[in-house]
């Protein structure tokens, strides 16, 4: 768990420096040829050894030598060169490391490393001997003791469902960091479990979790990629029962969401899809499944800020650990930022310290993967404003790694490279939260300000590095085609109730959620008049609604009709409200009051106030001025983001159910009074600016 690679550093260059100052003729090995690579040093990790070295002027590549030796450094078995370690594996070339895994931990070895010139072998270095770091925990350590399946069969067999319940229900009740909660059902009604990881004892509800920032980490929704489970599963043991202040640190400023296994159906039946066939992530915007739509209800709840999603694949030529940020178009531009540089700033430059392989996904020649795809959970993350990233574990050993025709090796591999992706991720949140909160931030702010052509399908592009580096390669494009953008946004989509409240047949077995349903667990604001219903675009996932209610969406829950702003410009004088109003890019200079019923829609628009709301369908406020009092007063739908208020707000009495008011990044010049709504408002993890007391249920706010 300790991670020293900076103290390691120091010490191999000390290494260094002492062979080099330290040669006398009486010692031959201090007359190394040229080529000969110098400084070999060995760290040892989770599951995977570090092996780190002076580089060889003129070196094509280095091959990595693995001999098992006995406790008096007597070969037991045959040198077996394990590693190929090629320039664009790592952004730091002057400091060559390579992460040889694959053995059985707490096994010793003996290493040697040798620099190819073309194809001509150059002498091999110094070996140098070491025991591997044997499975975490004490084995006579409450909780510590505890082990999968995948670690008492020695990676011969994967953690059956049973298994896991067993093992997360023991840490659940060994450790008081740890809750396990159930997200929901598969189709054949396996338990889809959480564990909600904090210290000293995570938050005790879903908001209270959502106040911390949360992580999380989609374990396994392809039932035949199993090798991240298993990090997480090892993973969760760790958190659990760690005394290393890293661990507690963390876990003091954030809580950990790990879902081990969304897809226990797939997973039983080791298929990629769930038991009726269905890709689920395919899936995560359309939720037609139980497994997405636990996860993504998991999601409104919850608010992670941050993702992974793992997975394995199978382009033999690419890295260890292939990874992708949220690229669709819609994504608000902070959140695809700041993912990129969770991956290239954060992983790519631990990568080359560790000796992992951290790369595009797509990359080499991967083929016409990691595109736009809403369905796909990173790119529906982000379109949640979540910073994330998904994580392939090379299938193979692949051209780098010769030595995995053994499964075992090769499973270890995987699994271990997952681990230390998943604690790399653990440590970014905590030294990056600032930004991560702040893109999320600045990507709500944006979204609700609906400002932007909307593209359907169409990706970032992800920018080559400079050879040879991670990413020298990178995925393809996937520029959006012009019938699938549109330039000028609607104000909301309009659904007929047929459309809102019918019967579908798109859910496993013909039996369907209705839309009503998938938007509720999407978390999306309604205004319902009448019999239609509208779904604003000014709210934070403003990019992901458009791709289901569109009728350009790709893959569309339904074909609502586009309401464009009745409202623009200059309008002098008091407006009352009737129907569905919506404004945009307008200056109303007068009072507004919104009737019974009625609902009022803003972006960019100025009002100067008072602003009334009386029993209204629904007020959805985003970049928006009001230069006097509102007052909103049981009212059914409420959504204010990124307003100023130049007076008193009073927000009492609304009718919203359950769904939370939203209060978020506003600027109040007055107090703030919230009295009697059926749901306790929310900022969205966005501060709001109040000049005067905030009371009741805005106390916090
Ligand atoms: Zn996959």
């Known amino acids: 768990m300790r991670r020293q690679r900076p103290t390691l550093i120091a010490v191999s260059t000390l290494i260094a420096v002492t062979l080099t100052t330290a040669a006398t003729p009486a010692n031959a090995h201090n007359a190394a040829p040229p080529d000969q690579v110098t400084a070999l040093t060995a760290h040892q990790a989770d599951g995977y050894t570090t092996l780190a070295w002076q580089p060889v002027d003129g070196a094509t590549d280095y091959q990595i030598e693995r001999t098992p030796v006995d406790a008096d450094n007597t070969p037991t078995g045959t040198p077996t060169i394990v590693g190929i370690w090629r320039p664009n594996r790592q952004i730091n070339q002057q400091a060559p490391t390579f992460a040889d895994a694959g053995y059985n931990p707490g096994d010793t070895f003996q290493w040697r490393v040798r620099a190819r010139t073309g194809t001509t072998e150059q002498p091999y270095s110094e070996p140098v001997t070491a025991t591997t770091t044997a499975p975490w925990g004490n084995p006579t350590t409450p909780g510590e003791h505890l082990r999968t399946g995948w670690e008492t069969t020695h990676a011969a067999q994967y953690t059956s469902d049973t298994d896991e319940y067993a093992y997360t229900a023991a840490i659940d009740a060994l450790s008081d960091r740890v809750r396990v909660v159930e997200l929901g059902r598969t189709v054949q009604n396996r338990p889809i479990n959480m564990l909600v990881i904090g210290h000293p004892t995570p938050a005790a509800t879903p908001q209270a979790v959502a106040a911390t920032a949360p992580v999380a980490i989609n374990c396994n929704v392809h039932g035949n990629e199993p090798g991240d489970r298993e990090a997480c599963l090892i993973m969760a043991r760790q958190l659990a029962f760690s005394t290393d202040p890293r661990i507690t640190d963390l876990l003091s400023h954030t809580t950990v969401l790990i879902v081990p296994t969304i897809n226990g159906d797939g997973r039983a039946n080791n298929t990629r899809g769930n038991s009726t066939g269905q890709d689920l992530n395919r899936d995560y915007s359309l939720i037609r499944q139980p497994e997405t739509t636990a996860y993504i209800t998991m999601v409104r709840d919850y608010r992670p800020v941050a993702g992974y999603d793992g997975h394995e694949f199978g382009n033999s030529r690419a890295g260890d650990l292939p990874m992708l940020p949220p690229r669709h178009q819609n994504v608000a531009q902070p959140i695809f930022d700041q993912s990129q540089d969770m991956i290239e700033g954060h992983m790519y430059a631990k990568g080359a310290e560790a000796g992992w392989w951290a790369c ?58 997952a681990l230390w992706t998943f604690h790399q991720f653990l440590d970014y949140h905590r030294a990056d939260r600032a930004d991560i909160l702040k893109a999320r931030s600045e990507a709500i702010e944006s979204q609700a300000a609906n400002t932007g052509r909307l593209v359907f399908r169409g990706s970032r592009p992800i920018p080559a590095h400079p050879a040879p580096h991670p990413g ?129 829609v803003t972006t960019a628009t100025t009002i100067s106030g008072p602003l009334t709301a009386t029993s209204a369908a629904g007020i959805l406020l985003a970049d928006s001025t009001i230069n006097g009092p509102v007052r909103i007063a049981t009212t059914d739908t409420i959504s204010i983001i990124d307003a100023t208020i130049a007076g008193p707000a009073d927000l009492s009495g609304n009718t919203t159910g359950t769904d939370a008011p939203v209060l978020a990044g506003t600027t109040i010049r007055g107090p703030l009074n919230c009295t009697a709504n059926s749901a306790t408002p929310t900022n969205l993890g966005i501060a709001n600016t109040v000049h005067g007391p905030r009371t009741s249920q805005c106390a916090a706010l």
């Open 360 to 417: 595009p996904y797509g990359c080499e020649g991967g083929g016409n993967v990691g595109l736009s795809e809403e369905t796909i959970l990173r790119n529906t993350l982000g379109l949640k404003n979540v910073t994330n990233s998904l994580l392939e574990l090379r299938s193979s050993g692949g051209q780098t790694r010769p030595d995995e025709g053994n499964t075992a090796n090769n499973r270890r591999r995987k699994t271990y490279s």
């Open 472 to 600: 020298d390669s990178p995925p393809p494009l996937d520029a959006p085609p012009a019938d699938l953008i549109l330039d000028t946004p609607p104000c909301a989509y309009k659904l007929t109730d047929a459309q809102y409240n019918g019967a579908r047949t798109d859910g496993p077995g013909g039996i369907g959620t209705t839309v009503a349903q998938r938007i509720a667990a999407h978390g999306w604001k309604v205004i319902t008049i009448g019999d239609e219903h509208y779904v604003p675009l000014n709210q934070p996932e403003r990019g992901l609604i458009p791709l289901l209610l569109d009728g350009k969406g790709v893959e569309k829950l339904t074909d609502g009709e586009r309401v464009y702003p009745t409202l623009t410009g200059r309008r002098n004088g008091p407006l009352t409200v009737t129907g569905f109003t919506c404004a945009d890019d307008a200056t109303i200079n007068g009072p507004v009051t919104v009737r019974a019923g009625a609902a009022l």
